[in-house]
């Protein structure tokens, strides 16, 4: 498993797909919307697993 302390970090997947489904309201035309959603959700997730999120990135 090599060195300790290894990296970990959660995902819930509904936390990323809620602001995206949110978005999107099944509706063809939001797709870009929903994408963007979703890509930002995620980005914020990766700054949070870093440590470097805050709320100002929001």
């Known amino acids: 498993m090599g060195g300790l302390p290894w990296p ?3 995902s ?3 936390a990323l797909q809620q602001p ?3 978005a999107w309201m099944g509706q063809l035309d939001n797709k870009e919307a ?3 959603a979703f890509s930002h959700r995620a980005e914020m997730n990766k700054l949070a697993s ?6 100002s990135k929001e």
């Open 12 to 14: 819930y997947g509904r």
């Open 50 to 55: 870093l440590g470097e999120w805050d709320k």
């Open 34 to 36: 929903a994408q963007k």
């Open 8 to 10: 970990l970090s959660f």
């Open 20 to 22: 995206a489904l949110k």
